[in-house]
């Protein structure tokens, strides 16, 4: 079984600054994309941005500029520094991990979500 643990989060100001970290544990042998997705009140989770074994990234159109991913793979740990937060950006932010391979020759990959972490801009 895989365990992914969010910190980070909280209460900021429009403009601020938060920084979420995520760390996956358990039998992981290797994780092909760990990402960050929020979900705010009556709308569905979206992607914020991903951070894919090859070491490219991807962002939403909303974040781009603003927000910054970055894994360390040999740790099996994912990063989101956001800048600039804004009002819109208030959501329970979850870690993912796709394509978790628990074995050299498993052909099988699963996928993990973290329990979530508020985050709110507001004045």
């Known amino acids: 079984q895989v365990q992914l643990v969010e910190s980070g989060g909280g209460l900021v100001q429009p403009g601020g600054s938060l920084s979420l970290s995520c760390a996956a544990s358990?039998?992981?042998?290797?994780?092909?994309?760990m990402g960050w997705y929020r979900q705010a009140p009556g709308k569905q989770r979206e992607l914020v941005a991903a951070a894919i074994e090859d070491h490219t990234t991807n962002y939403a159109d909303s974040v781009k500029g603003r927000f910054t991913i970055s894994r360390d793979i040999l740790k099996n740990m994912v990063y989101l520094q956001m800048n600039g937060l804004k009002p819109e950006d208030t959501a329970v932010y979850y870690c993912?991990?796709?394509?978790?391979?628990?074995?050299?020759?498993?052909?099988?990959?699963?996928?993990?979500w973290g329990q979530g972490t508020q985050v709110t801009v507001s004045s």
């Open positions: 358990g039998s992981i042998f290797s994780i092909r994309v």
């Open positions: 993912n991990a796709e394509g978790v391979r628990t074995a050299l020759f498993s052909p099988h990959e699963y996928e993990y």
